[in-house]
């Protein structure tokens, strides 16, 4: 980087790009959200064609070739809307444990001081890193087989059912609540569950909003899990449902790709909207102290 | 929070403190003795302990114990013999050429994915902590891929990366043959390249946060001796950001290990050949699908060990020291 005197002086005030710099900026950063945009766009385009047309043409919307017929056709090989509620149960018991149990322990770790508290958080930490295969086998075995919870909601659930990142975002949280608002409320007479409904949860309210998206995405996406909990096609999750429609019905329909985008379609939509309605409260620094902890 | 608010606050402290033992007396102050001065704590946090216990603690002695004997599936209360094996399951993970496989398959996975993933989110997340216009639609844009399921996205790259798909029809003679998912050479690369794109905007969210942590006047401090962006880039970010790029390495690499979906759908259960069979994908074959759970768990353990070894070294070499 070779620089003139003055342009150096003038830089010294920080941000200042060349021409080109920010030419090659704008254009990494424009190519990028093409590169992340551009499958949603198709597979929407997709799931409206009557015809898959691969060409290049194809990626353009050809009024003569547009239809919602595969969205029926999908329906009528696995039952959206079925899917859809197993789906929402399953994601809603996720997401009531989470921000319940979820909040007490990060209550109880930030604000209150009890033995064990320190080996509690350590033991969040642990399991963070705790791979889910590892876990597997094991968990089919106790759910499925020892419970006999398999092709039930709670089946699905109870390995997701508190997420231990949300544990650590709360604790964050609300460790930023100044100690004397909890110390006043206490000599004013309140009890530890009316500091936490009173003061601390109306105070930790943004974070709420963080760990429902953060936690959504965990049950409402997987599929591995539900797909070993769940042989009855009317238990399923839509994610499952959808995902054996590809590996098995697919070959025997008339437009396979066109049904199976429509699904897709339905199983990202409400995620895709959800996020970017709430974007501002999915943003870096919650993450960040989310997983470094 | 001003000084005075700290002082007030200290002070109450301190003169309710010797108001309190009186009434019920020494049994109280015995269990606070025990407890803690909020016994409370435990009851709050009781679901979580119990949860912790049942679903990570319990299974993780019952896969260590599962993987030392031919375990059988059965129907609850049937008692079958189920007999110590010792350490046959883990002889068998050393020499089935179907573990071995899908161990390279994950080593092709990672040595693709995580450099990928590393290069990509710092340099996207560095151009985006940069600009004002479009930053959030840019910062959503990038992050959609990552909140949607696998699942569905999985149907577009199929779509894309069919034997006619959008893909090859823009290579034309260039495509290859046979195409990408079902060529046993490029199947593994693809799904690599599919989920470092998926995976992405997750990381470029945390190299954000950690960019917020970089102090501004080391870049102007750079610029005063004549260094250039692209320069102060790599003199003053790229060791800026190295506890995150340690953490995205960490993370990405378990990632990897965890790849499941992927190669299920995409090249229907790891092929062509078992070319893109991943580890866990054999665990389901063989612990669920073959009923083997013993020796699935051993795979797992396995897995998890070496990923353990990796994760160390990377934080070893990647910059342990300076934290």
Known sequence: MSRTVPRRRRSTTAVSLTRTQAVVRGSVLALGAIAFLFPFYYMLIGSLQAEPDTSIAGAFPDPTNLTLGNYAAIDSRIDLWSGLVNSGIFTGGVLLCTVVFGMLAGYALAIMRWTGRGATFALTLLIQIVPFQLLLIPLYVLITRSYGLGDTYLGMILPFAINATAVIIFRQYFLQIPGELFDAARIDGAGEIGLLWRIAVPLVRPALVTVVLLTFIGPWNSYLWPFLVTKEAGMQPLAVSLANYISNVAASTANPFGATLAGAVVLAAPVVVLFIVFQRYFISTDIGSGVKG | ?323
């Open chain 2, 1 to 323: 929070m001003s000084s005075s608010s700290i002082h007030a606050a200290a002070a109450a402290g301190a003169t309710r403190r010797p108001a309190q033992p009186d009434a019920h007396g020494t049994r109280r102050r015995r269990l606070r003795k025990v407890l803690g001065p909020h016994p409370l704590g435990w009851l709050f946090s009781a679901p979580f302990l119990v949860f912790i216990a049942a679903i990570f603690a319990y299974p993780l002695g019952f896969a260590i114990y599962i993987s030392f004997h031919d375990y059988f599936f059965t129907a609850p209360g049937v008692v079958v013999d189920q007999p110590f094996v010792g350490f046959d399951n883990y002889v068998r993970v050393f020499t089935d050429p179907k573990v071995l496989q899908s161990l390279g398959n994950i080593a092709i996975f990672v040595l693709i994915n995580v450099p990928l993933t590393v290069v990509l989110s710092l340099v996207l997340a560095a151009a985006l902590n940069s600009v004002v216009r479009f930053r959030t639609f840019l910062r959503v844009s990038y992050y959609v891929p990552y909140v949607t399921a696998s699942v569905a996205v999985v149907g577009v790259w199929l779509f894309l990366f069919s034997g006619n798909g959008l893909v090859n029809q823009i290579l034309g003679p260039l495509a290859p043959e046979p195409s990408w998912l079902s060529n046993a050479s490029l199947a593994m690369p693809t799904i690599a390249f599919f989920v470092t794109w998926k995976e992405l905007g997750f990381y470029i969210l945390l190299y954000l946060a950690a960019l917020q942590n970089v102090p501004k006047d080391l870049y102007e401090a750079a610029a005063m001796d004549g260094a250039g962006k692209v320069r102060s880039f790599f003199t003053v970010t790229v060791p800026g950001v190295r506890p995150a790029t340690v953490l995205v390495l960490l993370l990405s690499t378990i990632t990897g290990a965890n790849l499941f979906t992927e190669p299920y759908l995409l090249t229907s259960g790891g092929g062509p050949n078992g070319a893109s069979a991943s580890p866990v994908l054999v665990m389901y074959q063989e612990g669920i699908e073959q009923g083997h759970p013993g020796y699935a768990s051993a795979i797992g353990i396995v897995l998890v060990i070496a990923v353990l070894l990796i994760a160390f070294l990377q934080y070893r070499f990647a910059g342990g020291k300076e934290r």
